[in-house]
């Protein structure tokens, strides 16, 4: 009678308890693994100029900063990159949040509004108001375009990877090391066609030796202007200046990119009659994917896990 009894719950617990055990391990990995998903999940996000942090829809935040990044008129594949480059992004400041790595300007969101420190955000009522007529048109192409990637980020290794993108690259883009001097195997520089279609793609400023050497000297010391304007200029694969001599003090490009407002670093100092002329080609940082270069590969027919794999060097896209 006791083995009948034995046997008994032995078949109750394989049949009805053990597949529930699985069902509850299983659930409990999923939910640790999907808690944020566009269907169900919400962040923390700071509206910077509202100098507030609410709970938002990820869904929702995810449309605005695609209609903040890019275009709408845009091709479609090209916005679907941006959607998971965008998503990727935001997944990884998620992981740092969860881990306490917050920025103090974040307030103790995860991310923020602010396009100088996180990604470009622009709510739906405002992108209404500025398409008008079009605005049902580029609002559904947009969220379809984040729909239709719903949970896809980028990895490598196994982790969620940096993101970055920029508007226009001067025909290949820049390496992290070259930029930002730590050597990111999937953020290398590779060929970036069409971008010399972008209207992005030059610009120039033009200023006296005077203006130069005041607007210089008011940003860093040690000036000597006998030394030169420009001097021993390092570039990298992609022609961005990684360093050069200003006055014989020797700074970084992306220094003296910032000192007179330039779209890039790909810059081409050349002095006449007593004006120092700077022909920047590109707009942004050049590292990762190149939003016109993304649109390019997009009316050539490449889909968008094509124009990411391009881009980003080595990486998978995986859904979670």
């Not at 808690?35 to 929702?60: K, L, P």
């Amino acid at each position: 009678m006791k083995k009948l009894i034995i046997v008994f719950l032995a078949v109750i617990f394989l049949v009805l308890l053990l597949p529930f055990a699985i069902i509850c391990i299983i659930g409990r990995g999923g939910e640790e693994q999907n808690s944020e998903t566009e269907q169900n999940g919400t962040v923390s996000v700071y509206i910077s100029d509202e100098e507030r942090a609410i709970d938002m829809d990820i869904s929702s935040y995810l449309k605005s900063v695609v209609a903040a990044e890019m275009p709408a008129d845009f091709e479609k594949e090209a916005l679907k990159a941006q959607a998971v480059a965008a998503r990727t992004y935001l997944y990884s400041h998620i992981a740092e949040a969860r881990k306490g790595n917050i920025a103090e300007n974040h307030n103790g969101a995860a991310v923020c509004t602010d396009s100088a420190h996180c990604q470009a955000y622009i709510p739906e009522r405002k992108c209404r108001e500025n398409w008008g007529d079009s605005a049902d048109e580029k609002w559904n192409k947009i969220s379809s375009a984040v729909d239709e990637t719903a949970g896809q980020i980028m990895t490598y290794n196994g982790e969620i990877i940096s993101a970055v993108f920029h508007s226009t690259s001067s025909g290949i883009t820049e390496a992290a090391v070259d930029v930002w001097g730590n050597d990111i195997p999937y953020l290398q520089s590779v060929s970036s066609e069409g971008d010399t279609q972008s209207p992005k793609y030059y610009s120039e400023l033009t200023v006296s030796e005077s203006e130069f050497k005041n607007t210089v000297d008011s940003k860093i010391s040690g000036t000597d202007w006998s030394k030169g304007i420009a001097e021993n200029i390092v570039r990298s694969n992609a022609g961005g200046i990684v360093s050069l001599d200003v006055g014989g003090v020797n700074i970084k490009g992306t220094q003296l990119r910032n000192i007179f407002s330039l779209r890039s670093s790909n810059i081409d100092i050349t002095q006449e009659n007593g004006n120092v002329k700077m022909s920047v080609k590109g707009f942004g940082h050049g590292v990762g994917m190149s939003q016109y270069g993304a649109n390019y590969m997009a009316e050539q027919g490449d889909d968008y896990r094509k124009i990411l794999q391009t881009y980003y060097t080595g990486v998978e896209i995986e859904t979670r």
